[in-house]
């Protein structure tokens, strides 16, 4: 009787067992990409700090990932992607503060130099200048005690800027070979010449530039960069963008475009914080908006690229 009792509750397990077994596993949906014209996840601090490397020296301000908004606050958790910025002629680095304060808040270290700022610049010291902050960073990331120690991947480490400073910005990607990857708004040909140091550049480069900048043209600028530049490159031309419309402010000498300011800086954080996210962060779920039919179709902007 035990036995007849017996047969139907093995027969049960081993029917789950079999469903068990055989049921389909349903993979996890892959996450969806960033949004990386909205604000990252991290606080957005910054110091102002004197850098001494490589001989130089100059003031600067850095944004950076904080535990808390605001200057000086500590770093956030963890290694950080490093950049040096270019500001523009006669540009304080605070008009940029709107953008590198966005890629604060997506978990960039961005050392700005406040060097070179006068009527005569010289584009090749600034450039040297933009390889002394990587520099620096790397010292402060091994130094214990200092505000950026261990915070900084050091194997991550790009150059950006804007105009005068993009041009820079080049020049110092040629000469560094840390440099992994560069971003530029309305680079402006510098001397000894960008489009020459473009030319020379291994590594990603994207080139910004606004359609009615009547400063740096994009045709007799960011275009001739982008053709000298080998694979991998690209060249995003805001429709209706402006060359001051990369910075927070009017400023003396200015121009103007058909788009708003406030609109050309949405468009600009979106492309500049998703190529940098995806070439020195390692987020390949950016690669549509980076490279993909997302960055050909993105409306406003016409894109052009060597992936």
């Known amino acids: 009787m035990f036995r007849r009792l017996?047969?139907?509750?093995?027969?049960?397990?081993?029917?789950?067992?079999?469903?068990?077994?055989t049921a389909p596993v349903t993979a996890a949906a892959p996450a969806a990409a960033a949004d990386p014209s909205q604000a990252g996840p991290h606080a957005v601090a910054h110091t102002d700090v004197t850098v001494t490397a490589s001989g130089r020296s100059f003031?600067?301000?850095?944004?950076?990932?904080?535990?808390?908004?605001?200057?000086?606050?500590?770093?956030?958790?963890?290694?950080?992607?490093?950049?040096?910025?270019?500001?523009?002629?006669?540009?304080?680095?605070?008009?940029?503060?709107?953008?590198?304060?966005?890629?604060?808040s997506w978990g960039f270290v961005t050392v700005a130099p406040k060097s070179q700022g006068g009527l005569l610049p010289s584009h090749s010291s600034f450039a040297d200048d933009l390889n002394a902050a990587l520099t620096w960073l790397t010292v402060q990331n091994g130094t214990s005690g200092s505000r950026f120690a261990g915070a900084v991947d050091t194997a991550r480490l790009g150059v950006a800027g804007h105009s005068m400073g993009g041009g820079a910005a080049l020049l110092a990607a040629s000469r560094n070979t840390a440099v992994r990857s560069v971003s530029t708004t309305a680079a402006a040909e510098t001397s000894p010449s960008a489009v020459t140091a473009s030319?020379?550049?291994?590594v990603p480069a994207q080139y910004v530039g606004g359609s009615s900048d009547s400063i740096a043209p994009v045709a007799a600028n960011q275009q001739k960069m982008y053709d000298a530049k080998p694979a991998p490159a690209q060249l995003r031309v805001i429709t209706g963008g402006f060359h001051c419309g990369f910075v927070d402010?009017?400023?003396?000498?200015?121009?103007?475009?058909?788009?708003?300011?406030?609109?050309?800086?949405?468009?600009?954080?979106?492309?500049?914080?998703?190529?940098?996210?995806?070439?020195?962060?390692?987020?390949?779920?950016?690669?549509d908006q980076v490279w993909g039919t997302a960055a050909q179709n993105l409306a406003g902007v016409v894109y052009t690229a060597k992936p």
């Open 6 to 21: 017996l047969r139907p509750v093995l027969a049960l397990l081993l029917s789950s067992s079999a469903f068990l077994v």
């Open 59 to 104: 003031s600067a301000r850095v944004w950076y990932p904080g535990t808390t908004s605001g200057a000086d606050a500590p770093v956030a958790a963890g290694a950080h992607p490093g950049l040096a910025f270019g500001h523009g002629f006669l540009q304080d680095v605070s008009q940029y503060a709107s953008l590198l304060g966005h890629y604060a």
């Open 199 to 202: 030319a020379a550049l291994a």
């Open 249 to 287: 402010a009017w400023a003396l000498g200015c121009d103007s475009g058909s788009l708003t300011r406030a609109a050309q800086q949405q468009l600009t954080k979106g492309v500049t914080a998703a190529y940098l996210l995806y070439t020195l962060g390692g987020d390949t779920s950016l690669y």
